[in-house]
């Protein structure tokens, strides 16, 4: 499967961003999604996962309560919305994608779980 990720851009602290991943060569409801942040010098992060069916999802403590990520089926697409950005929030976000297995917190927040990744966009958040 190739994952297109839009919607990076500079916004300033407090801001909301919406980020969205389209999905094409595979069946998209065959894949659980994720969304993954590096900032500069650190390693890939764990920020969201959401089930194929889109009835579970999991959040990095950094994204509870701010972030919200789902999915629709119907149009290839997985999308983060982003409110209440920090200057930490500062990274480069990529949407991932592996295969439906059991979705649990374990599979669903580890970087080496998943199969495909998109190209990345960055996101900005200015103080």
């Known amino acids: 499967v190739q994952l297109q990720a839009y919607g990076g851009g500079l916004v300033q602290a407090g801001g909301s961003l919406p980020l969205s991943c389209a999905a094409s060569g595979r069946t998209f409801s065959w894949y659980e999604m994720g969304w993954f942040r590096q900032a500069p010098g650190e390693e890939r992060e764990f920020v969201a996962a959401?089930?194929?069916?889109?009835?579970?999802?999991y959040y990095a403590d950094s994204a509870k309560g701010r972030f919200t990520i789902s999915r629709d089926n119907t149009k290839n697409t997985v999308y983060l919305q982003m409110n209440s950005l920090k200057p930490e929030d500062t990274a480069v976000y990529y949407c991932a994608a592996k295969l439906r297995a059991k979705f649990n917190e374990r599979t669903a927040t580890m970087r080496v779980e998943y199969d495909y990744w998109g190209q990345g966009t960055l996101v900005t958040v200015s103080s």
């Open positions: 959401i089930s194929w069916s889109g009835a579970s999802t």
